[in-house]
């Protein structure tokens, strides 16, 4: 692990963010001694004016079959549930407002933004005459909010968040932000990321008599709040944020303050900004700092805690901390698009992916495809840097909802032809390259070259802008146990075979870490060497197969027996760096 250092050194290599400005006069807060690290403060110039996956049925022929299991209980029930494109799902979205009149509202165009994030249930907390009012549900933002709701959320400080589960069932009491009350007054919390000691933290609890609401791992952090003896109430997110081990994105409600905070590690992305009337604002990703006609002003750095009130804006260093280890799947798949994550254009991450693509696994062809919407900006990179013409051969329907009506009639690969159309003016007779962002299971893959190939295309390259993924997450994102993972049971050849693609190449992961420089060893690649920065060393893991769960009721079995003991300490690889 890299040399602990606190935050001011930590700070000075980036570039210095420029201060919000409040208009109250600058207060400090008072942090007792501790026999941890002592936080060291920064102080800001005042001037203030989705849907569940289910069991999939795969073909005899599939050699990893045994891996997934049917849920047919009706025979006679023709719907399905559609496996949204067989990708990794990031768990969630956060937002935080302060100072602005219309808080509520702008969280929620703010959620807006970030729904890519989080498909399941979305929620808002305000404050009103000191008392936290929230408003959740299951469902995408413009189904959860209306303008009658949004009515009852007045107040200029808000938080809300976009979720789809990593721990915990999809049920609506896990839907955040969570609100709790304890004897210092009410908090509320909305948190990016998956704790890995969770369950010996709750194990703990639960022993000294805290009674738990939901199988969420966040409400351990409210627990460790609560009990702890520090002062004031920053202190005591200190205090919670120290015993808790793995990633957090997240942002704290009280009657007064906001609170961001951000894991030492730094693997979820958390930023800055502030609209033209002061109000400052928190959020997973820059977009929704657009939307809402905030400016980027900066990230919250690794292992900080920023708090925003009546008094001005204060900074503090949360712990001693390693070397940053940020999520590289955010470049790679989960930001959108137009976002600045960790400082570099989303955008321009992913056009370089194509073009390292198209300089070390070229081949010839007539025209390049994306499977969209997430492999568009590569295959622009790719076929600029080859030479050959990019085309729209796949349409993606965006009206598809989560269940559908089959005919009697079964319709071979039915879910990846309700979201996908083949163009046939563009692959019949061509040979094709198909740019998508990464594949993990492969099931998905393996319909779209048949789907490209049943157009009349006479060769299909696939070219994937990710290495290969051998290893489950662990830091708040969805992905299948190991074992589904087809990277790790198979060479690309024998993918390439499986998914009946003429010819198949994977961005390797050294041109990867070659393109970010200096910045390479910032970045967690677990999920493609199986290294861990973090020991998930008691981290339940999705059962083979995964669970169905209808994303409000759920049960027992989803909560506690829809998982399965992670590897023993042993068997794990754990980097050290």
Same mark, same amino acid.
């Given at each position: 692990?890299?040399?602990?250092?606190?935050?001011?050194?930590?700070?000075?290599?980036?570039?210095?963010?420029?201060?919000?400005?409040?208009?109250?006069?600058?207060?400090?807060?008072?942090?007792?001694?501790?026999?941890?690290?002592?936080?060291?403060?920064?102080?800001?110039?005042?001037?203030?004016?989705?849907?569940?996956?289910?069991?999939?049925?795969?073909?005899?022929?599939?050699?990893?079959?045994?891996?997934?299991?049917?849920?047919?209980?009706?025979?006679?029930?023709?719907?399905?549930?559609?496996?949204?494109?067989?990708?990794?799902?990031?768990?969630?979205?956060?937002?935080?407002?302060?100072?602005?009149?219309?808080?509520?509202?702008?969280?929620?165009?703010?959620?807006?933004?970030?729904?890519?994030?989080?498909?399941?249930?979305?929620?808002?907390?305000?404050?009103?005459?000191?008392?936290?009012?929230?408003?959740?549900?299951?469902?995408?933002?413009?189904?959860?909010?209306?303008?009658?709701?949004?009515?009852?959320?007045?107040?200029?400080?808000?938080?809300?968040?976009?979720?789809?589960?990593?721990?915990?069932?999809?049920?609506?009491?896990?839907?955040?932000?969570?609100?709790?009350?304890?004897?210092?007054?009410?908090?509320?919390?909305?948190?990016?990321?998956?704790?890995?000691?969770?369950?010996?933290?709750?194990?703990?609890?639960?022993?000294?008599?805290?009674?738990?609401?939901?199988?969420?791992?966040?409400?351990?952090?409210?627990?460790?709040?609560?009990?702890?003896?520090?002062?004031?109430?920053?202190?005591?997110?200190?205090?919670?944020?120290?015993?808790?081990?793995?990633?957090?994105?997240?942002?704290?409600?009280?009657?007064?303050?906001?609170?961001?905070?951000?894991?030492?590690?730094?693997?979820?992305?958390?930023?800055?900004?502030?609209?033209?009337?002061?109000?400052?604002?928190?959020?997973?990703?820059?977009?929704?700092?657009?939307?809402?006609?905030?400016?980027?002003?900066?990230?919250?750095?690794?292992?900080?805690?920023?708090?925003?009130?009546?008094?001005?804006?204060?900074?503090?260093?949360?712990?001693?901390?390693?070397?940053?280890?940020?999520?590289?799947?955010?470049?790679?798949?989960?930001?959108?698009?137009?976002?600045?994550?960790?400082?570099?254009?989303?955008?321009?991450?992913?056009?370089?992916?194509?073009?390292?693509?198209?300089?070390?696994?070229?081949?010839?062809?007539?025209?390049?495809?994306?499977?969209?919407?997430?492999?568009?900006?590569?295959?622009?990179?790719?076929?600029?840097?080859?030479?050959?013409?990019?085309?729209?051969?796949?349409?993606?329907?965006?009206?598809?909802?989560?269940?559908?009506?089959?005919?009697?009639?079964?319709?071979?690969?039915?879910?990846?032809?309700?979201?996908?159309?083949?163009?046939?003016?563009?692959?019949?007779?061509?040979?094709?390259?198909?740019?998508?962002?990464?594949?993990?299971?492969?099931?998905?893959?393996?319909?779209?070259?048949?789907?490209?190939?049943?157009?009349?295309?006479?060769?299909?390259?696939?070219?994937?802008?990710?290495?290969?993924?051998?290893?489950?997450?662990?830091?708040?994102?969805?992905?299948?146990?190991?074992?589904?993972?087809?990277?790790?049971?198979?060479?690309?050849?024998?993918?390439?075979?499986?998914?009946?693609?003429?010819?198949?190449?994977?961005?390797?992961?050294?041109?990867?870490? =070659?393109?970010?420089?200096?910045?390479?060893?910032?970045?967690?690649?677990?999920?493609?060497?199986?290294?861990?920065?973090?020991?998930?060393?008691?981290?339940?893991?999705?059962?083979?197969?995964?669970?169905?769960?209808?994303?409000?009721?759920?049960?027992? #079995?989803?909560?506690?027996?829809?998982?399965?003991?992670? =590897?023993?300490?042993?068997?794990? #690889?754990?980097?050290?760096?």
């Amino acid at each position: 692990m890299a040399a602990a250092t606190n935050l001011s050194s930590f700070s000075s290599s980036l570039s210095k963010p420029t201060p919000l400005p409040l208009n109250s006069p600058q207060t400090h807060l008072s942090v007792p001694s501790k026999t941890l690290q002592k936080p060291s403060f920064f102080s800001h110039k005042p001037s203030f004016s989705h849907t569940h996956k289910t069991s999939l049925t795969v073909s005899s022929k599939n050699p990893i079959s045994e891996f997934f299991t049917t849920n047919n209980t009706n025979p006679d029930d023709h719907s399905v549930t559609f496996d949204d494109d067989d990708k990794p799902r990031e768990e969630c979205g956060v937002v935080g407002i302060y100072g602005d009149p219309e808080a509520s509202r702008l969280c929620y165009l703010a959620l807006h933004a970030l729904q890519h994030r989080g498909q399941e249930g979305a929620g808002i907390v305000t404050v009103q005459n000191d008392v936290l009012q929230s408003v959740t549900g299951v469902g995408l933002v413009s189904e959860v909010f209306s303008e009658s709701k949004l009515d009852q959320l007045p107040g200029d400080l808000s938080i809300g968040h976009v979720r789809y589960s990593t721990a915990g069932a999809s049920m609506l009491k896990n839907v955040q932000p969570f609100v709790a009350g304890y004897r210092f007054g009410s908090v509320g919390v909305a948190h990016n990321g998956n704790l890995v000691n969770y369950r010996s933290l709750r194990a703990k609890l639960e022993e000294n008599g805290s009674i738990f609401n939901t199988s969420s791992d966040t409400e351990v952090v409210l627990h460790l709040i609560a009990i702890s003896k520090d002062r004031p109430f920053v202190m005591r997110i200190v205090d919670a944020c120290q015993q808790v081990e793995g990633a957090y994105s997240m942002v704290f409600l009280t009657k007064d303050k906001l609170v961001a905070v951000r894991d030492p590690f730094g693997f979820r992305p958390l930023v800055m900004g502030r609209r033209s009337n002061g109000a400052v604002v928190f959020a997973s990703e820059t977009c929704a700092l657009d939307l809402i006609e905030a400016t980027y002003e900066r990230e919250v750095f690794p292992g900080e805690v920023v708090v925003v009130d009546k008094t001005g804006i204060q900074s503090l260093c949360l712990m001693p901390h390693p070397q940053p280890k940020q999520c590289i799947f955010e470049h790679i798949y989960f930001a959108l698009p137009n976002s600045v994550i960790f400082g570099r254009s989303v955008y321009e991450s992913r056009r370089r992916f194509g073009e390292i693509l198209a300089t070390e696994s070229p081949v010839d062809c007539d025209v390049v495809i994306a499977v969209p919407d997430s492999g568009v900006v590569a295959a622009l990179g790719y076929a600029a840097k080859a030479g050959v013409p990019f085309q729209q051969g796949l349409i993606r329907s965006h009206y598809v909802g989560r269940t559908f009506i089959e005919p009697s009639q079964k319709i071979r690969d039915f879910g990846v032809k309700l979201k996908l159309s083949p163009v046939r003016a563009v692959l019949e007779g061509k040979r094709v390259v198909v740019v998508d962002d990464s594949i993990v299971r492969g099931t998905t893959s393996s319909k779209i070259v048949r789907l490209i190939k049943e157009a009349g295309a006479k060769e299909v390259h696939m070219r994937i802008a990710s290495p290969p993924i051998i290893g489950s997450c662990y830091y708040g994102v969805d992905t299948p146990s190991s074992e589904e993972l087809i990277s790790n049971r198979m060479s690309t050849e024998q993918i390439r075979e499986f998914i009946g693609s003429d010819s198949l190449s994977f961005l390797p992961i050294d041109s990867l870490q =070659k393109l970010l420089a200096e910045d390479a060893p910032n970045y967690c690649y677990a999920c493609f060497s199986g290294k861990y920065p973090v020991e998930p060393r008691e981290l339940k893991v999705k059962r083979v197969g995964d669970f169905v769960d209808d994303g409000i009721n759920g049960s027992l #079995e989803s909560i506690d027996g829809g998982w399965v003991q992670a =590897k023993p300490k042993s068997e794990l #690889e754990v980097s050290t760096a």
